[in-house]
């Protein structure tokens, strides 16, 4: 028993230290290890039904983002068919969130594609290193 209480313990300290930083190292200087940015929040959620025409998309960044990086060729969001749609995209440096606000309302009752290019980067110049990409489906 006391063997499978350890286990534990060492399981939720490890899940906690990954909690923190789920992403992976890139590198390491001297004593400091540098991580990738993480993704902390998308609205709409992933896949999230009966999204409101009107509706901005959002991400919320673990840390500071290089604003040059945050573009319509690395934030795109695709109708069904999978063509971009047009819009404008701004960064909050307060806040970590990039917006992407379509240029006319959403189609009803459509399944839209948001991605993040891999190339992205924080200010310290680390990229998310991999792309994301999530879905969402407008209502009436």
Not at 1 to 24: D, P, Y
Not at 81 to 95: H, Q, R
Request: charged share 15%; proline share 7%; glycine share 8%.
């Amino acid at each position: 028993m006391r063997i499978l209480a350890i286990a534990v313990v060492a399981a939720l300290a490890v899940a906690g230290c990954k909690e923190k930083h789920s992403s992976s190292a890139v590198q390491t200087n001297g004593d400091e290890t540098v991580y990738r940015p993480d993704i902390e929040f998308e609205s709409p959620i992933p896949d999230e039904k009966g999204v409101a025409l009107t509706a901005v998309v959002l991400v919320r960044f673990s840390e500071p983002m290089n604003v040059a990086t945050i573009n319509t060729g690395t934030f795109i969001v695709r109708d069904p068919l999978g063509a971009p749609i047009a819009g404008v995209i701004t960064y909050n440096t307060t806040t970590d969130e990039a917006t992407f606000t379509p240029s006319a309302p959403l189609a009803p009752f459509a399944t839209y594609t948001a991605s993040l290019a891999a190339s992205i980067s924080s200010v310290n110049g680390v990229s998310l290193g991999v792309g994301h990409a999530w879905l969402f489906t407008t209502g009436p």
